[in-house]
C-alpha cells in the first residue's frame, strides 16, 4: 500500500462545477499536510497548507481528518483555469522533514 | 529572476554516460532536495540535504549520488545512466519551519533522455 493514495481521476467538469478529490494517508504520525498545484510539465507549485481546523481560500477548501486519516481538497465554482494535476503532500512528524507526495489527480475543466 | 534554478533544462544522453545536475537556489534556505517524476506519478524523493555537511538518501537513492558544494547549490549525479531514469527531474528548497516542515519551493525541472 502507497504512503500517500489519491482517487486515480481523472476529473472531467464543467465550469462552475464543484468538485471533491480526497487523499489518504497511512502514517498516522504524520503531522504536515499539503495540497500542491502542477501544470502540465512544470514544476509543483503550493496550492495550500491544510490545518486541523480545516481552511479555506476563496473557492478553495481544505480538511484534514486524522482519525480516519485523509485529506480532502474542494474546489468550487471551478473555472477553465483551475485545470491541473493536483497532488497530495504528507510529511512527517519529526526534524527529518520529508515530504512523500501522492500521484496526483488531474482534473480537467470545460466550457 | 527565478529563485530556484535548473541546468540544463533539457538533456538527452546514451546509456553508461555519466550525467550531472545542477540546481542553485537564491532563497537562502538550508534544505534542499532532488526529486523525479515519471509520467502519471507523483514526485519521488532521489536525495535530500539539510545543510552543506548533511546529505542523506532519499526512497530511491540507488545510482545517483549528490553533492552540496555550497548553501546555494545541490548537484545530482548518475554514475551511469540507464534508460529506466529517463524523468523529470526537480529539484527543491525549503527554510524547515515549524517541526521541520513547511513549504517547498520547486526549481523548472530537468527532462532527462537516456537512449
Known amino acids: 500500500r502507497k504512503e500517500v493514495e489519491q482517487d486515480p481521476g481523472p476529473f472531467n467538469v464543467p465550469e462552475g462545477a464543484t468538485v471533491a478529490f480526497n487523499c489518504t494517508y497511512s502514517n498516522s504520525a504524520s503531522q504536515s499536510f499539503f495540497w500542491y498545484r502542477q501544470d502540465c510539465r512544470k514544476e509543483p507549485k503550493l496550492l495550500m497548507s491544510?490545518?486541523?481546523s480545516g481552511n479555506e481560500d476563496g473557492r478553495f477548501t481544505a480538511q484534514l481528518n486524522r482519525a480516519s486519516q485523509y485529506i480532502s481538497l474542494l474546489i468550487r465554482d471551478s473555472k477553465l483555469s483551475d485545470s491541473a494535476t493536483y497532488l497530495c503532500v504528507v510529511n512527517e512528524n519529526t526534524n527529518a522533514g520529508k515530504s512523500t507526495f501522492g500521484d496526483g489527480t488531474t482534473l480537467t475543466v470545460k466550457p | 529572476d527565478a529563485d530556484v534554478t535548473q541546468t540544463p533544462r533539457n538533456r538527452i544522453t546514451k546509456t553508461g554516460k555519466r550525467i550531472m545536475l545542477e540546481c542553485s537556489q537564491t532563497k537562502g534556505h538550508d534544505r534542499m532536495y532532488w526529486y523525479r517524476q515519471d509520467p502519471g506519478l507523483g514526485l519521488r524523493l532521489i536525495y535530500y540535504?539539510?545543510?552543506?555537511?548533511?546529505?542523506n538518501k532519499g526512497e530511491i537513492s540507488d545510482g545517483y549520488s549528490v553533492s552540496r558544494q555550497a548553501q546555494a547549490k545541490f548537484s545530482l549525479s548518475l554514475e551511469s545512466a540507464i534508460p529506466n531514469q529517463t524523468a523529470l527531474y526537480f529539484c527543491?528548497?525549503?527554510?524547515?519551519?515549524?517541526?521541520?516542515?513547511?513549504?517547498?519551493?520547486f526549481g523548472p525541472g530537468t527532462r532527462l533522455t537516456v537512449l
Open positions: 491544510v490545518y486541523s
Open positions: 527543491a528548497t525549503s527554510d524547515g519551519g515549524l517541526a521541520g516542515v513547511s513549504e517547498q519551493f
Open positions: 540535504s539539510f545543510d552543506v555537511k548533511d546529505i
